[in-house]
């Protein structure tokens, strides 16, 4: 490998890497932005994120790119918006129907889920018992954020929890199908960025009241769209297609940690035994799942050898 060749892998895995930390702030601006309809919000979010990446590519001269991205199959259009519209509509309403660290926890079950998905779904994949047993450990994690009880489905924070749980299965399904269009350019992100903004703003016209609501705060719902519902879509994708995919894989796995540290510091939730707990089994779920201390370890053999 050339070293100019390195240096890029070497930028985008950077650029791939910062989308953790944007996405850590998700759960913090989402609270913040106060009592936002979802639809609204969903729509407001992915309109600022759409619209001002149309204007960097167009900036950029990628005008041939996005025309055609717009071109993309429809099951490119079905996809992107789905997955985008879906997983965000998800997470709001768990955000807002949930203690806000359970409910990000849970939902940030996906990249646990993708790594069963993609042994199921993919191509010269397998499922394999440790990716079982990353996936006990992860579902141990979500089950003590329900309640006292245990799985608690006859709780106040049902909705919510259910909510945030759809969310990690649409995030995982859309990240696992996104590898069987990986031909789409990055640009069609824009568009389905834009898309999802129409749908959700349909829905809100349709479903929910009309008006801006009292206690909603502007400047957090522009800093989701600009960065956790934004730029982290176009910096997670040029890191998976032109970095290191297995190390910011497992740096996605210390998301839900990260998303709670900052809660925790804004004061949004408290750090008790219980909430750091679930989310250890989580993230270390997540990495036995992967596989990555399996190979870790027989690498550690054979320098020995």
Same mark, same amino acid.
């Given at each position: 490998m050339s070293a100019a060749s390195t240096a890029e892998t070497h930028r985008a895995t950077l650029w791939g890497a910062s989308t953790v930390l944007?996405?850590?702030?998700?759960?913090?601006?989402?609270?913040?932005?106060?009592?936002?309809?979802?639809?609204?919000?969903?729509?407001?979010?992915?309109?600022?994120?759409?619209?001002?990446a149309l204007l960097v590519f167009l900036a950029r001269g990628d005008g041939p790119s996005l025309a055609e991205a717009f071109r993309q199959p429809p099951a490119g259009w079905l996809l992107g918006v789905g997955g985008l519209f879906g997983y965000h509509l998800c997470y709001f309403i768990a955000q807002q129907n949930a203690p806000a660290a359970n409910a990000g926890l849970i +939902?940030?079950?996906?990249?646990? !889920?993708?790594?069963?998905?993609?042994g199921l779904v993919l191509p010269g994949e397998r499922l394999k018992a440790i990716h079982l047993l990353g996936g006990i450990c992860g579902f141990l994690g979500a089950a003590l954020l329900v309640g006292p009880d245990g799985?608690?489905?006859?709780?106040e924070y049902t909705p919510g929890y259910l909510a945030a749980l759809l969310a990690a299965f649409i995030w995982s399904g859309y990240s696992v199908a996104? #590898?069987?269009?990986?031909?789409?350019?990055?640009?069609?992100?824009a568009w389905n960025c834009l898309g999802a903004a129409a749908l959700a703003l349909a829905c809100h016209l349709a479903w929910e009241p009309v008006g801006w609501p009292e206690g909603a705060n502007l400047w957090a719902i522009l800093a989701l769209g600009l960065g956790p519902v934004g730029s982290a879509f176009f910096?997670?994708?040029?890191?998976?297609k032109r970095g290191r995919v297995r190390m910011?894989?497992?740096?996605?796995?210390a998301t839900p940690l990260f998303s709670t540290l900052v809660l925790i510091a804004a004061g949004l939730a408290t750090a008790s035994p219980t909430l750091l707990l679930a989310a250890l089994l989580i993230c270390g779920g997540a990495?036995?799942?992967?596989?990555? !201390?399996? #190979?870790?370890? +027989?690498?550690?053999?054979h320098s020995t050898e």
């Open positions: 944007n996405w850590a702030t998700l759960a913090l601006f989402t609270q913040w932005a106060g009592p936002v309809p979802p639809f609204l919000l969903t729509a407001l979010c992915f309109g600022l994120a759409g619209g001002l +939902s940030y079950l996906w990249p646990l !889920l993708i790594v069963i998905l993609a799985l608690d489905w006859a709780g996104s #590898r069987l269009l990986a031909r789409i350019p990055t640009t069609a992100v910096t997670w994708d040029l890191g998976m910011l894989g497992l740096l996605s796995y990495l036995i799942g992967s596989g990555a !201390l399996g #190979r870790r370890a +027989s690498a550690s053999r």
